[in-house]
C-alpha cells in the first residue's frame, strides 16, 4: 500500500511563489512515476506534471512549462513541485500521485496512488 501526503499549499498574490512536497510511505519508487495533478472547482482534474522515478524523466502540460518544476528527494522518498510566477488561474487543489509504471503517464486514470490533495489560491 502506498500513502502519499501533499503539504506547502496556501494563499499567495499573484507572481509568487510555492513549493508543494509529497511524503511517499512506500520504501522504494523504482518502478514507479509520481506525478502532480491539479481540480479547479467544477472543472475536471488536470495533469500538471510527472516524473518517471527510475528513468528520471520528466513531462509537463504545456501550458505550464517554464514555471513549474518537478523534482524528487530520493532519501526523503519526497516528490517536489516548485511553482513560480503563479496566476490565480493556477488556484485549485494539487493532487500528488503515483503510478505503477517507469513510463511517464499524463492521464489521471493510469495512476492508482493518489493524496488528499493541498489547496492552492493565488489571488489577483
Known amino acids: 500500500q502506498v500513502q502519499l501526503v501533499e503539504s506547502g499549499g496556501g494563499l499567495v498574490q499573484a507572481g509568487g511563489s510555492l513549493r508543494l512536497s509529497c511524503a511517499a510511505s512506500?520504501?522504494?519508487?523504482?518502478?514507479?512515476?509520481m506525478g502532480w495533478f491539479r481540480q479547479a472547482p467544477g472543472k475536471e482534474r488536470e495533469f500538471v506534471a510527472a516524473r518517471s522515478w527510475l528513468m528520471g524523466n520528466t513531462y509537463y502540460a504545456d501550458s505550464l512549462k517554464g514555471r513549474f518544476t518537478i523534482s524528487r528527494d530520493n532519501a526523503e522518498n519526497t516528490l517536489y513541485l516548485q511553482m513560480n510566477s503563479l496566476k490565480p488561474e493556477d488556484t485549485a487543489t494539487y493532487y500528488c500521485?503515483?503510478?505503477?509504471?517507469?513510463?511517464?503517464?499524463?492521464?489521471?486514470?493510469?495512476?492508482?496512488?493518489w493524496g488528499q490533495g493541498t489547496q492552492v489560491t493565488v489571488s489577483s
Open positions: 512506500a520504501r522504494t519508487f523504482s518502478t514507479y512515476t
Open positions: 500521485a503515483a503510478a505503477p509504471t517507469v513510463i511517464v503517464k499524463t492521464s489521471p486514470h493510469a495512476y492508482d496512488y
